[in-house]
């Protein structure tokens, strides 16, 4: 499953800093920081967006499943 969350993450640094949390829950995952909802793109079968919404917002961050 493919899941898509537009974010409040606006720089590689923090990218970066998710790294780590994110390689935790999933191993394929990655940030589109020049679309204007700095989307993030999560392929997993094992998780479930409120994990991930969860991850991010520890952070600090603003994280929202885009429903298509």
């Known amino acids: 499953m493919i899941w898509i969350f537009k974010t409040s993450v606006d720089s590689e640094t923090i990218v970066q800093e998710l790294s780590p949390i994110l390689n935790q829950l999933t191993k394929t995952w990655n ?38």
């Open 31 to 68: 940030f589109d920081l020049e679309d204007c909802d700095k989307i993030l793109r999560v392929e997993s079968d094992k998780i479930t967006p409120p994990i991930i919404i969860k991850a991010l917002e520890k952070k600090g961050l603003i994280c929202e499943e885009l429903l298509y």
